[in-house]
């Protein structure tokens, strides 16, 4: 997906697009999950940043906005703009990082089930990366009383860029500058992007994909097939990693 | 006294000189054989069932009883089963034996807890028991004749020259664990390993049984039948699996109630993996509750009660933990859309 493409769809995602436009994009969008998930992003983000609009735009002054930023926690604007000296040293750090937690490459995936008929039968054990080590994992779905705020990924960036460029006005000023600095600094955190998207999980509110967004930790699955196997007269089962096509009723 | 220690001391160590039971484990066996009745089809013993009534209610694989109606020996009674329960999601049927006397077999029970990592099993087979050990009970497992997605135990034993499929599993405190649903495929290649590790190497040869194991030699171990007589041998060691806990506490509890249904939570759907977040509704039973709340096919399941869900195994196992009777808020994604649904658990 290249950058012009990207800009389309948040173009279709705010709805600034012609309805003919639409309609080709939305398709476009079907046929590439990467474009798919990304639209879906966008949307998110639409409705998260609408529930910022708390404050009636009659009211709107730069008193009240202050105040709601202190209030949510986000930081103004620094007096003087120190990124040409924190970006070599982020960069130096993302270095460091890369390199101590860089996956072994002499280890090779384990093969331990095939089954020639059905690809989705394959698979595979990969130890994990160290990285997963250090990032905290879980899996909303094995464990959802826990919700991870994750950290906004590049194309939630590029998305924020947009709304900055086109709804300016209805952004947080310091919100403002963490997107014109490109980074998103330690000081702000995924709690506060999580209450922006709106991310929640009370039942009555609108579930956010960016919820889901934490590195699910892989469990292989049990496939049970009705034919049995020769040497025990069980049914023959299959260890998979990936169960995409799978039909699970329920 | 010394006297008497010394022999108990001689017994154990002749045991397991022999590769046969310890006392420890003869005592244990004892709990398990009243439970157990032995189904046989032209004098060839085919299956095992074992009593989870005092009503002569037995629970036995589908696969492994076959018919409907079949004769099966308990003790020295022969007696007439016949299926009287079908539990479709997990395979295991229900048998009512007759002629029975109230109180004639000790029926089994379920444990409290799941069992524990490295814990002792015994699987009773037609041709007799084996060990096992309990390995993890995280699994989960999808059965393609059911599409039905259960947690599952895993565990392992070393493979018996007869067959295992249909055998029962407890623990060695006489606890039923659940029938052998499924194996893997021998994976011979740590079969050495496991086996010193985890004392495999020992089958239960029928004079262990008997009472050459020493002082567990009783009433219950002379129940156990001749047949059960088999080679001993190292055998590749074979990983199985049995539905989980909660799941086989379902099933009895279905199968004991005046019904004899196994009722699962269900809303009626069939979904696969959405290329996006969520589970992609492919199929729907037009009865369910889904159809009558309005979900249609083509939705995606984006989140229950809350909880979000990132794939049909997510979906599925959030159904597991409901009950049926409660009330689900479901969010789908439809044309671009969030729809909100309210849908009430029905049985599958």
Redesign the interface.
Known sequence: MNRKFEDELLKLAFEETTPEQAMVM?RAAQQD?EA??AL?QY?QMRLGLRELAEVPADQLSKERLREAILTRGLKPRRGFNLGWVAMPAMAAALAVVFLAYRPHPAVTPQV??SRGDNPFRMATITPPSPLAMVTPTH????N?AKTVAPRPSAATMVALRHVVRHHGKHVPEALDAKVKDGIFDPEFDGSRFAMIASVS???????S?S??AAV?AP????????Q??G?????????VDS???????? | MWLSAAKIGLAVLAGWVQGGLTPKETAAWAKIAPSLAYVSDHGKTTAVCVLIDDSGLFLADKDAIGKDTVEARLDDHVLTMKRVGDDGATGLVLLQASPWTFGEGHAAYLPEKPALQGQQLFIALPSGPIRGEFVRSDKVAVLLTSHRLFPMNELKFEAPESLVGGGLVFTQRGELIGALNATLPNQSANTQESRSASGFGSPLPPAALGGGGGGGASKSTAMVPQFMVRQAGPGDLTVAYTVGLGVMRRVVEGFKSPSHEVQHPSIGIYCKDSLIKGALVTRMREDSTAAKAGMQIGDIILSIDGITIKSQIGFASTMLQKEIGQTLVVWVLRNSMQVRLTIPVGKA
């Open positions: 939305e999950p798919a998930q879906s949307r331990v089930a899996d909303i779905d094995s959802p999980h009370s039942e009555n509110v609108l579930p994909p919820v889901s699910p469990n292989p699955i049990v496939l049970i097939d009705s049995k196997d040497n025990t007269g069980a049914a023959r089962a299959t260890e169960s995409s096509n799978v039909v699970v009723g329920g």
